[in-house]
C-alpha cells in the first residue's frame, strides 16, 4: 500500500496563513497579504504514516492585484 500523510505543518514568512488543510495525498494553504514586490517564503512539512518527513519551502514573488 501507498503512504499517506499523517500531519501536515506550514509556516509562512512575509505573507500570511489564512488556512490550512490536508487529505491523505494532499496538503493545501491559503496565503494572502504581503507587500507588492517582495518575496514570502511558505515551508512545509509533512509527516507520514510509515514515520517519513518531508519538508519544501517555495517562494512566492508578491504583486499588486
Do not use: H, P, Y
Not at 12 to 23: E, F, H, R
Not at 25 to 49: D, F, L
Amino acid at each position: 500500500t501507498a503512504d499517506t500523510i499523517v500531519t501536515v505543518a506550514f509556516v509562512v514568512t512575509g505573507a500570511t496563513l489564512d488556512s490550512q488543510s490536508n487529505t491523505t495525498t494532499t496538503a493545501t494553504a491559503w496565503v494572502s497579504g504581503g507587500a507588492a514586490g517582495t518575496t514570502a517564503q511558505v515551508s512545509c512539512e509533512v509527516t507520514t504514516a510509515a514515520g517519513r518527513v518531508i519538508a519544501r519551502s517555495v517562494f512566492l514573488k508578491l504583486k499588486e492585484r
